[in-house]
C-alpha cells in the first residue's frame, strides 16, 4: 500500500506531551513536503504542520510554540511533538505528502485525546 502509518497517539491530560510518527509505507517521501493534519468530529480537516525535504517548516497559529514537526529520512518517517496540550487538540490526526499538487498517501491516523 502507498500509504503513512501513524502512530503514537492516545489519552492524555491538559498541559501533557504526544510525540506522533508517520512512517512511509511502500514509497519515499524525502523529496516532498510532508503535513500532519487534524479533524475533530463535527470540525473540517486542517493542516497542523509541513516540513519540506529541506526542512523548512509550517504551522497553523493555533499550534505554534507548542508542536514541532521534523523528519528522519533515513527511517522515512515525520514525526510531531506535542507538548502543552489541550482538550481542542483533541483530534483524528494524519499525514500526507504533498505529490501532483496535493496531498496523497493518507494513512489511517492515530487518534489523540486530550482530557482537562
Known amino acids: 500500500q502507498l500509504q503513512f502509518v501513524e502512530s503514537g497517539g492516545g489519552l492524555v491530560q491538559a498541559g501533557g506531551s504526544l510525540r506522533l510518527s508517520c512512517v512511509a509505507s511502500?514509497?519515499?517521501?524525502?523529496?516532498?513536503?510532508v503535513g500532519w493534519f487534524r479533524q475533530a468530529p463535527g470540525k473540517e480537516r486542517e493542516r497542523v504542520a509541513s516540513i519540506s525535504g529541506s526542512g523548512n517548516t509550517d504551522y497553523v497559529d493555533s499550534v505554534k510554540g507548542r508542536f514541532t514537526i521534523s523528519r528522519d529520512n533515513t527511517k522515512n518517517t515525520a514525526y510531531l511533538q506535542m507538548s502543552s496540550l489541550k482538550p481542542e487538540d483533541t483530534a483524528l490526526y494524519y499525514c500526507?505528502?504533498?505529490?501532483?499538487?496535493?496531498?496523497?498517501?493518507w494513512g489511517q491516523g492515530t487518534q489523540v485525546t486530550v482530557s482537562s
Open positions: 500526507a505528502r504533498y505529490q501532483y499538487g496535493r496531498w496523497n498517501n
Open positions: 511502500g514509497f519515499t517521501a524525502n523529496n516532498y513536503n
